[in-house]
């Protein structure tokens, strides 16, 4: 097979993205930082769950009812996944997970949706936003726990399904569009701002990020990443037909 012109290579992993848990997981303060990790993933998980099966009741159709209770139950598998793997290392779900129910269960009340289409923006952008946060986390943890965390962020299917309905209620309605311009953007300020908020609350997740166990982040590193995820909003917004 030939190789494109434009193809990049993967750089060969170094530190502890090069290590398996087992021995990265020496270090107490990378393990403390991973038991974080995992516990915001999975409280994560099991509040999309019990928030795709709330938007399921705004739903118009009973096929669209039936496509996000299908995707509630993929996100419930997350959560088991992220919570077995806890246990196996020998840490509480419950106890990894209390850390940060207040900071999402904020984040989700100040950003209920008002109606089917909101609902499906937010499951779209603002899960999006967790999920290009976390992958850019992954890059840096070892190998057992970067294989559990990318599986995890696995699409569940939720963005073509809402780039597909939003589209075609801007086509039916196009003043729907400013409308939901501006609540993606609200919801992009509030995403990053809980983002910033969880790591700094959080003394070995911040360690991770800035360069203690994790190798190749500085505080220039960690501004790019969020310049990443801003492009990448940018680049949803335009799939959905809204001005970022």
């Known amino acids: 097979m030939e190789t494109p012109d434009n193809a990049t290579e ?10 398996d848990w087992a021995t990265a997981s020496v270090d107490p303060q990378y393990r403390a930082a991973v038991v974080d990790l995992l516990g915001a993933l999975a409280y994560g998980e099991l509040a999309a769950f019990e928030r795709l099966a709330e938007d399921a009741k705004l739903a118009p159709t009973l096929s669209d009812k039936a496509e ?7 996100e419930f598998h997350h959560f088991e996944r992220l919570s077995e793997r806890l246990a196996e290392i020998e840490t509480d779900p419950t106890a990894a997970m209390e850390p940060f129910a207040k ?5 989700h009340r100040q950003t209920a949706p008002s ?4 609902g499906l923006v937010k499951a779209y952008v603002g899960d999006s936003i967790a999920s290009d946060f976390y992958r850019e986390v992954a890059a840096r943890l070892d190998s057992d726990t970067r294989s559990l965390v990318l599986a995890v962020l696995d699409d569940t299917g939720h963005g073509n399904f809402a780039v597909e309905k939003v589209r075609a209620a801007i086509e039916a309605e196009p003043r729907v569009g400013g ?15 809980q983002a910033q908020r969880v790591v700094a609350d959080r ?16 505080l220039a590193e960690v501004g790019r990443m969020f310049s990443r995820i801003t492009e990448a909003h940018t680049k949803r917004m335009a799939a ?4 970022a």
């Open 115 to 118: 109606d089917w289409l909101e």
């Open 203 to 218: 003394d070995a997740l911040s360690t991770m990020l800035v360069g203690g166990v994790a190798d190749g982040f500085d």
């Open 68 to 74: 996000l209770a299908k995707m509630a139950s993929a």
């Open 179 to 193: 409308r939901l311009a501006l609540w993606a953007r609200r919801l992009m300020g509030e995403a990053l701002s």
């Open 103 to 107: 900071a999402l269960d904020d984040f």
């Open 240 to 243: 959905l037909g809204l001005a």
């Open 10 to 19: 993967t750089p060969e992993p170094t530190g502890i993205a090069a290590q």
